[in-house]
């Protein structure tokens, strides 16, 4: 992804409400991330299943999920920073 680089003019939103509307997407996310994780697979819950990579293979799809969150919050992170220090 690309990062957005919003022009601060007396016509649009401050410097100040650019960065609180990041800063509130990287709170949702971090509750996301924290929501993921209670569904991260454990083996204990493949014990019976027939399929030996089904928990190798959960695991995976969880982390990748996972990653999207802490790439897409990184992003917004650098976004609000960028923002901020152009005064």
């Known amino acids: 992804m690309s990062m ?3 022009r601060i003019n007396i ?3 401050t410097r100040k409400q650019h960065v609180a509307n990041r800063v ?3 709170e949702s ?3 996301a991330m924290k929501a993921m994780a209670e569904i991260r697979p454990h083996g204990r819950d493949y014990q019976t299943c027939s399929n030996a990579d089904a928990y190798n293979d959960d695991l ?3 982390q990748e999920r996972f990653a999207f969150l802490v ?3 990184n992003e917004i992170q650098n976004e609000a920073i960028s923002i901020q220090e152009n005064e």
Do not use: R, S
């Open 29 to 31: 996310l971090q509750a």
């Open 11 to 13: 016509n649009g939103m």
């Open 71 to 73: 790439k897409l919050y």
């Open 60 to 62: 995976a799809i969880y």
């Open 4 to 6: 957005m680089h919003p």
């Open 24 to 26: 509130a997407i990287m």
